[in-house]
């Protein structure tokens, strides 16, 4: 190893160590975290679309107890997608599955009441990354 090369190594390393644990002392994944987003109910029809393989919003709303719909537009010719209601936080319960639909196509998601809280909708095939804040109010 020539001299430039212990100097720049002895310099970089530190660094690459200091910003390793910093990464692991967060959970062990460098992995981004989304932010929970916030929005509130405008009503009981709801709409979102699904293209190149991500929703165009992070947060829906719809009131408690009211039945509503969910117009959907899967634009990703040939990919599955849906979109599906879940309360993460007991148990990551289903509390509608909407019905996979192969792009593009449009189908409206006829849901019933839902009690007021903070649940998660997702696409069920795409789940690792296509999901966002389901607020009922």
């Known amino acids: 190893m020539t001299k430039y090369l212990r100097v720049v190594s002895a310099a970089f390393l530190p660094a690459v160590a200091t910003v390793s644990l910093v990464g692991l002392g967060s959970g062990g994944s460098f992995a981004a975290e989304k932010a929970p987003s916030t929005c509130s ?24 107890n009211q039945a509503f ?9 040939g990919l599955p997608h849906n979109v599906s209601i879940y309360d993460k936080d007991h148990g990551d ?27 998660q909708f997702r696409c069920d095939p795409h789940a690792d990354f296509m999901f966002g804040n389901f607020i009922v109010q």
Do not use: H, M, W
């Not at 117009?71 to 990703?76: R, V």
């Not at 289903?94 to 009690?115: R, S, W």
């Open 41 to 64: 109910p405008n009503g009981t029809a709801l709409a979102i679309t699904a293209n190149d393989n991500k929703f165009d919003k992070d947060c829906l709303a719809a009131p408690s």
């Open 69 to 77: 719909t969910i117009a959907f537009d899967n634009q990703d010719r």
């Open 93 to 119: 319960k289903a509390l509608y599955t909407g019905e996979i639909t192969y792009g593009p196509n449009k189908t409206t998601y006829a849901v019933p009441a839902i009690p007021a809280g903070n649940y």
